[in-house]
Nanobody
């Protein structure tokens, strides 16, 4: 059993910041690719950022480059998403994902998923 548990999201005003975390537990390799996705009702899930096992490779979708930072703490089996300069269009349910099926990139396929946490940005 593999579990990915995201921290609580929240509501912030445009221009604000928020940090999400995702802790992994269960029968999962200790080191692996992790990523963040987001989804708005009625739209497809969108890859936001991905980080390789030791953080040497990080990719972001264009819309968050320069504003979001993905990082990880392997000792805690936790990945973080620091979100700055938030915009209303960042409002979505954010999902943590682990173990890339093929490439460790933000647009890749992942084997395990968290339950999601809501982020709301008001104008």
């Amino acid at each position: 059993q593999v579990q990915l548990v995201e921290s609580a999201g929240g509501s912030v005003q445009a221009g604000g910041s928020l940090t999400l975390s995702c802790a992994a537990s269960g029968s999962i390799p200790s080191i692996y690719c992790m990523a963040w996705f987001r989804q708005v009702p009625g739209k497809e899930r969108e890859g936001v950022a991905a980080i390789s096992a030791y953080g040497s490779t990080i990719t972001y979708t264009n819309s968050v480059k320069g504003r979001f930072t993905i990082s990880r703490d392997n000792a805690k089996r936790t990945v973080y998403l620091q979100m700055n300069s938030l915009k209303p269009e960042d409002t979505a349910m954010y999902y943590c994902a682990a173990i890339a099926v093929r490439l460790c990139v933000y647009s890749g396929d992942f084997r395990y998923w968290g339950q999601g946490t809501q982020v709301t940005v008001s104008s």
